[in-house]
């Protein structure tokens, strides 16, 4: 299965670019890269998904470099609301199932 | 919007007991996923559905049992409980095996 590798914890200013590396070497040509965030127990919450193309939406920006071995989450203006455990997730596809394997994450924590 | 709910929130068992989770996916989805998440740990997989069958299997434990019925909703059974099953539970759907997982809030489980 492909893993991912992410920083154990980050810190950014409030109203800054928050920036979450990722390094999944080893993925394969159809697996896509799916970032989730954690605030404190809750349910992880989905923020962004991309296979190749680097993707927007109203909450991040998703940078997938060109050999697709790691990626960037990019919260353009941090809150503190942001503040959360970030997951980096390679959606494992074998013969029609799709597995979500959970790493360890970054804990951004987001300062004022 | 409706989303994914879990029942019970919390449950408090004793050693060797039994436990049942429920959890009802939002409304026309067909995929349900399950995972566990201790204390201080990454949510780990635990098992899959796809249209009422086992579509996945993951750290399952074999005192652990779930199902997917024809409303698919999905139960998860935990038999001879250990100290060590307390954690979050967590249960996920999605629309077809391919799309985004939306995830409950969970069920917290402690074993006494």
Redesign the interface.
């Known amino acids: 299965d492909a893993k991912t590798t992410q920083p154990p914890s980050m810190d950014c200013a409030e109203g800054r670019a928050a920036n979450l590396p990722c390094n999944h070497s080893t993925i394969s040509g159809n697996e896509y890269v ?1 970032w ?1 965030r ?1 605030i404190h ?6 923020i962004i ?1 991309g296979l190749k193309n680097n993707e927007t939406n109203e909450m991040a920006s998703l940078i997938i470099t060109e050999d697709r071995k790691s990626s960037t989450l990019i919260l353009p203006h941090a809150t503190l609301r942001d503040t959360a455990v970030y ?1 980096c997730i390679v959606r494992v596809d ?1 013969s ?10 970054t804990r951004l924590k987001v300062l004022a | 919007a409706a989303g994914v709910i879990q029942s019970p929130r919390h449950l408090i068992k004793e050693k060797r007991e039994t436990a049942t989770l429920k959890c009802y996916p939002i409304p026309r989805h067909d995929t349900v996923y399950w995972y566990q998440q201790g204390p201080g740990q990454d949510p780990q997989f635990l098992i899959s559905f796809y249209e009422k069958m086992q579509s996945d299997k993951g750290s399952i434990p074999d005192r652990f049992s779930a199902q997917q019925f024809s409303d698919y909703h999905s139960e998860l059974n935990m038999s001879s409980l250990e100290l060590g099953d307390s954690a979050l539970y967590f249960c996920a759907s999605s629309l077809t095996r391919a799309n985004v997982l939306t995830f409950g809030a969970g069920s917290r489980l402690t074993v006494l």
């Not at chain 1, 127990?41 to 989905?46: T, V």
């Open positions: 799916y989730y954690q127990s809750q349910g992880p919450q989905y998904h997951y074998t029609g199932t799709y597995k979500y394997i959970f790493g360890t994450g």
